[in-house]
């Protein structure tokens, strides 16, 4: 189980940071298929957002085939939604090498963070966010 | 397809000293929770009487529910909590459930026992020594006991603390969570609102100003900061100068030439109750 956390600042509708919270959540392993979500009802008294926000996220989850709804019960990660990739392990781990080799270099937080959005932009053009 | 849980066509309230209520046309969906914004004054209380049936209007026409408020006696399907909270000061809260029992038909009485439990408020307790937070928890209670699909709540959070406040209004949620009934909720306070209402229906000098899906109207306007120097664009709600520059909210889509962000609920609705305040000065 996760408990998501709502930024109201962060000009990102709060269905859609439920949504990237999920993913996210699916990516780290801290999700796993047939988990439950929080229900309608945790979350709402956790973040304090309309529950009809939290239904058009999950409706979301499961259009994208990540969820699925069990009528009565709750909302589950689906058995067919991804696990995390154990690839991802690799390349983090070179990603890790990386981040120590540039800051050993004395390459600066802002200048590290610009070259990997630099680096996104330019790999992953027109995927949206 | 949205059900409708109340709609008014040109609801007017007279009063000997000026308008309550001037030809207001609107619309709540069902199952939607619905933020009533305004300023004291703007004629939100006076619009929640006339839904109750407790006041009638001058004229124009309303209906809660499906039914014409007052008709048929109250309507049951519907609960409301005034901004007095009216409870027994001398009762206990069990007592108070009691009388809740007796004058509602149809009441759940597990059902607002519940209510209570979750609240942490103690049966034996007079309402009297109760906590603002407390005594809210109670009446809402006793609002809801009855089942209502419309709950109309008139500054629920007026004079809590911030935790009570919080606590209150997860109460309502998880209701909300768990009924799918529709929700009207005054407050003056907008931050309190924001993330928690879907739907705004705005008032000022007891006219509706604006009226709608609350992520609708945030993707229609938009919040622009520029030179001033820039030409405004049309749907020109509010717009400020300092300096050299201008700040706009408008009713459109990105403007070229400014930085364009969505507004926040705030933002939206204070700029609309500021343009309407500066037309009547």
Known sequence: ?129 | MTTIALDATALTMRYRRGWGLRDCTFELPAGRISALIGPNGAGKSTLMRIATGLQRQTSGEIRVLGQVPGKHGANRRLAFLGQDKPLFKAFTVEEMLRAGAKLNPGWDDQYAQRLVREADVPFGAKIGTLSGGQRTRVALAIAMGRRPELVMLDEPLADLDPIARQEVMHAVLAEVAETGMTVLLSSHVIADLDGVCDHLLLLADGQVRLQGDVEDLLTQHRVLVGSRELVLPDGVVEARTTGRQATVLARTSDVPGWDNNEPSLEELALAYLRSTRKVAA
């Open chain 1, 1 to 129: 189980m996760i408990e998501f956390r709502i930024d109201r600042r962060s000009g990102v509708a709060a269905y859609q940071q439920l949504v990237n919270q999920t993913k996210h959540a699916l990516r780290l392993g801290l999700l796993r298929p047939g988990d439950q979500l929080p229900t309608v009802k945790e979350v709402v008294t956790t973040t304090s957002i309309n529950p009809n926000t939290v239904l058009k996220a999950y409706r979301e989850l499961e259009r994208e085939g990540l969820a699925e709804g069990r009528r009565g019960v709750g909302t589950f990660v689906s058995v067919s939604a991804a696990p995390a990739q154990p690839e991802a392990d690799q390349l983090r781990a070179e990603l890790a090498g990386w981040m120590r080799r540039a800051r050993q270099d004395g390459l600066d937080r802002e200048y590290v963070e610009a070259l990997v959005k630099a680096e996104l932009d330019l790999h992953y053009e027109g995927d949206g966010r």
